[in-house]
């Protein structure tokens, strides 16, 4: 430590003036060795000359002194003694000529070890860390370049300070733990939070090291001190944004796995783990998952993961889990090829628990064919007469026609062929009847949506009869145009029914207020490809601009008596089929309203 207190920067003496005093002192040691019979060994004073020289620390200037003093000796010597050398002269000029050069020696060689020392401390001053040196009394005696760059304080400011308390150093421990520790294991390492010269805080990773002298006293700490304010604040940002992670993950009921392939190695957020239903310390895997995959969607599972060992870029999948308590849960897991390295693939993505929005979307869904059912016997309410014509109607014809055959039986001859054909026509009307009455039941039901190929023509046929009283009675001129060869719609026959007389319906009214000529189209036709379409058309009020946005919301009405409730179950109804129904406002005055539907050309059809 001494070496490097030495070489600490100071007030170095000015060259030029050291070089004057050793060339004053020369002259006087000369005048006084040569001009004087003084029997002294005067010429070792210039050992006085060649110190002054070292001490400016140049290496050639010294050699020049100790040779010039040399040289001034020898004619010093020659010029006090004419011809006669008596041999205590020579003595003396011996000794003073040994003492210069044993001077110079060790000047140099003292000048060549602080010259070493001197470039060992440039050395830590190139270091980026900084260096600090205090001994134990807290006083600092070394201080780098480093530290002058992270703290603000020069090395001249410095040195000779309270370490502690010129930089406010808070420790993690109170302090005499550090120094006991210390003292016991000669080193210590912890953060400190520090103030610089210019006040600001700074956050220190701080090493230190104890160095004791020769007979084991402690004597100081030399310390490498780095700055982690940085650091700090990117893990505490990153533990904040994996708190939120965490959070989010929780609220949205939303984990995250991610997959490697070939391996299929794996790896689950809490949340997944959560939704898994599985304890912490469970190795994710492939196999883990399909443990909790509901029996009847293995298949499905193992597939997307035979997918995603081929290369696919994007898997997504909705899927039952079969959880221990017996309940079952949907997940929908979408993920995509992240990385593609040295042969491996991982995939990373989302695993969403999506149970509730299913449970909400079956209760809407019920809830949809509730008000559906609900609607439907409001309309066979509307309906009634039209209902009554259509079954009186046959039964008064099995009425006439068991009439006709009791008359052919009670003949005196009774007609057998006449009397059966009245039977026969008697049955076709019950059957009529029956069918009418079933019609109506189904409509009444109250039942799930039941699926099923249905002829369009068909059931644009049955939903006419139905109102058909209502369309005579309104004198209503009806043009009916079907899909040659009819078309076959997968869905729900007696809800579709319930939409196309709901439009009906709506058509009979928007024209018993007007005037003109009340003319109706019911078509249904294939539109391109792979949709039907089903069109009613008719001259009555049209929908103003300022209704049409808001035909099919619920509630949505302009009669007086309406509910708005119509229009909006035969869309629900409609989009439950994938289909899409919308008005148009033709130019010809009146309303169309349009409706298509998925054609069904024999698919097999999974619900
Ligand atoms: P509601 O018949 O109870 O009013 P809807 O949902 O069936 O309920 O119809 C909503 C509104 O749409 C009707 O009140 C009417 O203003 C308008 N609308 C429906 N069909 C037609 C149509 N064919 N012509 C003109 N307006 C219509």
Request: hydrophobic share 45%.
């Amino acid at each position: 430590m001494k070496a490097c207190r030495r070489a600490l920067p100071t007030v170095p003496l000015d060259a030029n003036v050291v070089s004057m005093l050793a060339g004053a002192i020369a002259l006087v040691v000369f005048i006084i060795d040569a001009l004087t019979p003084l029997d002294i060994a005067i010429a070792v004073f210039y050992v006085v000359v060649v110190l002054l020289v070292a001490s400016t620390g140049n290496r050639s200037s010294t050699v020049a002194a100790a040779w010039g003093c040399v040289v001034l000796t020898l004619l010093g010597f020659v010029m006090s003694h004419d011809e006669a050398y008596s041999s205590g002269a020579a003595a003396r000029c011996a000794v003073s000529l040994l003492a210069i050069a044993t001077t110079s020696m060790l000047a140099l060689r003292n000048q060549a070890a602080t010259t070493t020392l001197r470039e060992q401390l440039e050395l830590l001053n190139l270091a980026h860390d900084a260096i600090v040196v205090h001994d134990m009394n807290d006083r600092i005696t070394f201080w780098n370049h480093g530290a002058q760059a992270l703290y603000g304080w020069t090395a001249q400011q410095a040195l000779g300070q309270s370490l502690q308390d010129m930089t406010q150093t808070v420790f993690p421990v109170p302090y005499d733990e550090v120094r006991a520790e210390l003292l016991r294991t000669n080193r210590w390492h912890g953060e400190l939070t520090r103030v610089r010269q210019d006040g600001s805080a700074v956050v220190i990773s701080s090493r230190a090291a104890l160095w004791r002298d020769e007979k084991g006293n402690p004597r100081a700490v030399l310390a490498t001190n780095n700055d982690i304010t940085g650091r700090k604040q990117a893990e505490q940002a990153l533990e904040r944004s994996e708190a939120f992670l965490r959070d989010a993950q929780r609220l949205s009921s939303t984990g995250s796995i991610a997959v490697r392939f070939p391996d299929g190695e794996m790896w689950w957020s809490d949340e997944a783990y959560r939704i898994f239903d599985y304890p912490r310390d469970t190795v994710p895997s492939i196999d883990a998952v399909l443990a909790r995959t509901h029996p009847d969607d293995l298949a499905l599972v193992r597939g997307v993961f035979g997918q995603a060992a081929g290369g696919e870029t994007l898997v997504d999948i909705e899927h039952r889990l079969s959880m221990p308590d017996g309940s079952v849960k949907y997940v929908h897991y979408v993920a995509r090829l992240a990385t593609r390295q040295s042969g491996h693939r991982e995939y990373v993505g989302a695993l969403m628990d999506i149970t509730g929005t299913r449970r909400a979307q079956e209760a809407l869904a019920r809830s949809n064919d509730e008000l559906a059912h609900a609607t439907r016997i409001t309309m066979l309410g509307e309906l009634a007469a039209s209902i009554a014509h259509e079954v009186t109607q046959p039964i008064a014809a099995i009425v006439t026609s068991g009439g006709a055959a009791l008359r052919w039986l009670n003949r005196p001859t009774p007609e057998i062929s006449e009397t059966a054909q009245s039977i026969a026509q008697m049955i076709r009307d019950a059957k009529r009847a029956d069918e009418v009455i079933q019609r109506i039941r189904a409509m009444a039901r109250k039942r799930d949506r039941l699926p099923a190929p249905v002829d369009l023509n068909g059931m644009v046929g049955e939903s006419i009869e139905l109102v058909r009283r209502e369309l005579e009675r309104h004198r209503i001129d009806l043009r009916v145009e079907l899909a040659e060869p009819s078309l076959t719609a997968y869905c729900d026959r007696v809800q579709l029914q319930q939409v196309l007389i709901n439009l009906i319906m709506n058509a009979v009214q928007a024209m018993a207020e007007v005037a003109g000529p009340r003319t109706l189209l019911i078509a249904a036709r294939r539109l391109d490809g792979e949709e039907a379409q089903v069109i009613v058309q008719d001259s009555g009020t049209g929908i103003s601009d300022e209704h049409a946005g808001r035909l099919f919301n619920t509630f949505f009405t302009t009669r007086d008596d309406g509910m708005g409730m119509g229009l909006s179950i035969c869309r629900s109804i409609v989009e439950a089929h994938g289909g899409r129904i919308w008005a148009e406002s033709p130019p010809t005055g009146g309303a169309v309203l349009k409706f298509v539907l998925p054609v069904d050309e024999g698919r097999s059809h999974e619900q």
